[in-house]
């Protein structure tokens, strides 16, 4: 019994002897289970095989390049110039292994990256990456943002190009990592590489601004100064277009303003020197007064602004701080007035142009500024009936005030009997004009607030 047990153990002893020989003599000349080189499994396999294998791997390697018009292209490991730089690397891992301990590492992974380093032929490589169609210079579209187009009837949008423009560097730099890397493909479009427009159709300032310009555009503001009209529409707002800080459309103020003040020196006659005709049929000239046509420019410039921005289309005068009674060219007091001839101490009232009432006067003692009665054009501001006036903390009662200018007026005069003359006017009034009772009265009931009230030597 102990001769077999002995036997046995003997025998096993001759194999496992056998068996780590066997395994001595295998590897050393074969890589161990469990060694994995660039990502091959090189178990039993001996160094010369696995550089074949590293080297087959190259020279079969191709890089699929897509791009975003053109077909899928191809650059193969000759075109590329690849080859492998092993140096003695996988030698070197081989000459590291103990074959005498092989046992030891059974069932253990030995993992070596890029010991077997890949390297291109730069010169060709770029050469075949300036061949590519998708790098060609006279295919490259550059991208073009979206902007808005004026289309003679409105405002669109104009979608943005993408174009395929790329930096042929750029791609150069990526097809070498990817050559030398082994990838199998690279994407242009998935890696974002080519040029991108900076405005976008979708872009919120840009569709704000197509909206205000259609609104701007579509606006037609008609200015009514009865003989003549002057139309503010696109031809005009076009050239007002301007831009805030935030990039939206609006309208220039100092342009609108321009226009405006444009307006008011052409049809403004507010203080205006005229010709005129008197009662004895001359035809003098007289300045002065406060009586006239006259634009509120701020309130008509912001005005205009806000129904240009909103698109009215709408027939309107413009906002007047002063107004006269009549537009007609050359004739803004109409045929309705008041006239006072400060030398012939006179007055008449026109309706319709036909004197209906005259009357001798009293008017401001002269070459005094405290006193005389100012010549010039004014209107009727007020009318008053009964009215008291305190001059020096002295009260006057009158029966009929019509007030022109400040606090001075048309009035009756209780305390007067003589009116009319030379005489009268060398001590006048405190700058009023006096006016005989009856006469007064008359006047009072025939000239309404506004009427014109022309004064002259």
């Known amino acids: 019994m102990k001769k077999i047990l002995l036997g046995l153990i003997l025998a096993f002893l001759l194999m496992a002897g056998a068996g780590y020989a066997v395994g001595v003599i295998v590897f050393s000349e074969r890589f161990m289970p469990g060694t994995v080189i660039d990502g091959y499994n090189c178990a039993f396999k001996t160094p010369r095989e696995v550089e074949e294998i590293l080297e087959n791997r190259v020279s079969s390697y191709s890089l699929e390049i897509r791009s975003r018009e053109e077909d899928p292209e191809i650059i193969t490991a000759k075109e590329a110039g690849l080859h492998c730089v092993s140096a003695g690397s996988v030698k070197s891992i081989f000459d590291s292994q103990d074959a005498k301990l092989w046992f030891l590492q059974l069932g253990k992974n030995h993992v070596y990256g890029d010991r077997n380093p890949v390297r291109a032929d730069e010169k060709l490589l770029k050469a075949r990456v300036s061949a590519l169609e998708c790098v060609r210079t006279e295919k490259q579209i550059q991208p073009s943002d979206a902007y808005i187009r004026d289309t003679g009837s409105g405002y669109e949008i104009v979608p943005e190009v993408e174009g395929n ?174 006239e006072v001839d400060l030398m012939e101490q006179w007055l008449v009232f026109y309706q319709n142009g036909e004197p209906v009432l005259e009357t001798p006067v009293v008017t401001g003692l002269p070459n005094n500024t405290a006193t005389e009665t100012p010549e010039g054009f004014y209107a009727i501001r007020e009318k008053h009936s009964p009215y008291q006036s305190e001059e020096d903390g002295l009260i006057t009662d009158m029966n009929y005030m019509i007030l022109f200018y400040r606090n001075l007026g048309i009035c009756d005069a209780p305390w007067r009997q003589d009116f009319g003359g030379i005489e009268n006017y060398s001590y006048g009034t405190s700058g009023n004009v006096d006016v005989p009772y009856d006469s007064m009265q008359s006047l009072y009931n025939l000239a309404e607030t506004g009427t014109p009230v022309i004064i002259h030597k």
Request: aromatic share 10%.
């Open 165 to 338: 423009a790329v930096d042929i560097s750029e791609v150069y730099q990526r097809i070498l990592k990817a050559v030398t890397n082994l990838e199998p493909a690279i994407d242009l479009e998935a890696e974002l590489f080519y040029h991108k427009p900076s405005v976008y159709r979708d872009d919120p300032v840009l569709l704000e601004n197509v909206e205000r310009l259609n609104r701007i555009s579509s606006a037609i503001i008609t200015y009514d100064f009865a003989d003549r009209t002057e139309r503010v529409d696109k031809s005009v707002t076009a050239d007002w277009l301007s831009y805030d800080e935030n990039g939206l459309v609006i309208l220039d103020p100092g342009k609108v303003s321009a226009y405006v003040k444009d307006l008011a020196e052409r049809y403004d006659t507010f203080g205006d020197t005229r010709n005129f005709e008197d009662h004895r049929g001359n035809m003098i000239t007289i300045s002065g007064g406060d009586y006239g046509w006259l634009i509120d420019q701020l309130t008509e410039t912001q005005t205009l602004t806000q129904e240009i921005c909103e698109g009215a289309i709408k027939v309107r005068e413009p906002v007047y701080a002063y107004r006269a009674v009549s537009r007609d060219t050359g004739n803004d007091i109409g045929y309705t007035y008041i």
